[in-house]
């Protein structure tokens, strides 16, 4: 049996991603909420005892973000572009492990279930790789296969001569033998093109060797690759299915989800509803029996507790709501902290930003802030108190517990 320590994860973001036509690496573009390669990154940490990622173009930024992530991954860098074969070349001397799992930065669709199944196919010591049936095959190299399923060699969509093609398409993952990884890499040379080190060379040479990669079939969607604009909107769509998918199963009601936007990251309880039209953005927690949207955006770092109604034309950002809150219609609430039990009627605006610096804005328990108020933060209203409709707070003239404000500037006008 092959354990997780036992493996190492090679992750090339390397590429210059010249189709993607953007200032940003490839690797480095959203997909519901998280950068390409850090699904990637999770998926390989799940599985592997030690995670390599090999840097190229825009290096700096690629390592910046492994920095801000918090990623504990070795960093290799591929100082010239020389191709997959070039790339894992300079990782070798790092790897710890006796098998190599080889992943690509760009595809965030890889699931664990279809990695561990390479590990299965290779329990026998034999390399395996992903491989995927599909009629759109578009650039992706062709793998032909002998009768007995291992590889005999994988073309790439540049270099197939005359009618030759294959069904089967490679995914770029594979699972070596270290050893043989080492060995391979010794002695395979620039063929193409390109001009540049196929890693793909490697399954031809196993096959020479009796060592044939054992192919596991995946779902082609598993194999989309972050290649084009066209590309990340494909593989964003697939996954919002799948997150989708994850929270009705959790018992979450979505209504229309097909016109729901929910990232990763996300905690929903069991029995609230999730209107049409609503985004709700990484890292935010929604407790039960909730109702939010249609049209609500859900910004991260918000807490929404039970019982709690966001509703049409609301938006909240880094802010805590606790239970049984109701904001029902056209409001804005960011950096903001409320009470249980407290009202927030239409069209109110806590004005968070003040040119400089963001502020919180602190609302007690059973308060009721009236329509249209708008409190100017930093400030704090008290439990049970009330702000009347129209009424601007100024920053930092609290409203007391209990008391009524009205006006602009609010003011008090008796005792709650």
């Known amino acids: 049996m ?3 320590q036992d493996v190492s994860a090679v992750i090339l973001a390397a590429g210059k991603g010249k189709r993607m036509k953007s200032s940003l690496p490839k690797v480095l573009h959203k997909v519901m909420g998280k950068e390409s390669l850090a699904w990637v990154i999770e998926l390989a940490e799940k599985i592997t005892g030690q995670q390599i990622v090999v840097v190229g173009h825009q290096r700096e930024m690629v390592t910046t973000s492994l920095s801000n992530w918090g990623c504990e991954v070795d960093v290799v860098v591929q100082d ?26 760009d595809m965030p669709l890889i699931s664990a279930r279809s990695v561990r199944r390479l590990f299965r196919a290779s329990i026998s010591g034999r390399p395996s790789m992903l491989v995927a049936e599909t ?3 578009g650039s992706y190299g062709r793998v032909w296969v002998d009768e007995d399923g291992l590889a005999k060699r994988i ?8 009618s030759e093609d294959s069904s089967l398409i490679n995914t770029g993952v594979y699972f070596v033998p270290k050893q043989l990884l080492r060995e391979g890499l010794k002695r395979i040379v620039p063929n193409n093109a390109q001009g540049e080190l196929y890693l793909t060379d490697l399954v031809q040479y196993a096959y020479q060797k009796k060592m044939g990669f054992k192919v596991v079939l995946v779902d082609p969607q598993e194999c989309i690759g972050i290649n084009s604009r066209k590309d990340l909107a494909l593989a964003e769509e697939i996954l919002r299915r799948r997150i989708i998918n994850s929270h009705l199963e959790r018992g979450v009601t979505i209504h229309m989800p097909e016109t729901v936007w929910i990232e990763d990251g996300v905690k929903i309880g069991r029995d609230t509803e999730i209107f049409p039209f609503t985004v709700i953005r990484s890292r935010v927690k929604i407790g039960s029996y909730c109702q939010i949207g249609p049209f609500a955006h859900i910004r991260s770092g918000t807490r929404i ?7 049409n034309f609301v938006e909240v950002n880094r802010s805590l709501l606790s239970d049984k809150v109701y904001a029902k219609h056209l409001t804005y609430l960011g950096d903001t902290v409320v009470g249980e039990a407290s009202n927030i009627g239409a069209g109110t605006i806590t004005a968070n930003y003040d040119g400089h610096s963001k502020n919180k ?3 007690g328990r059973n308060a009721f802030i009236g329509s249209g108020a708008i409190l100017i933060a930093p400030v704090k209203v008290g439990n049970k108190a009330i702000v009347g409709a129209g009424a601007v707070v100024p920053k ?9 404000v009205v006006g602009v500037p609010a003011k008090e006008i008796r005792n709650g």
């Open 305 to 311: 507790g039970n019982n709690c109604i966001v509703g």
């Open 135 to 137: 009629e759109e095959r």
């Open 80 to 105: 010239v572009l020389d191709g997959t074969g070039g790339a894992v070349k300079r990782a070798l001397r790092r790897i710890k492990g006796d098998w190599v799992l080889i992943l690509c930065g």
């Open 396 to 404: 930092r003239h609290n409203v007391a517990d209990g008391k009524v």
């Open 361 to 363: 804005t602190e609302i």
């Open 155 to 162: 073309v790439e969509k540049s270099d197939l001569s005359g």
């Open 2 to 4: 092959i354990s997780k």
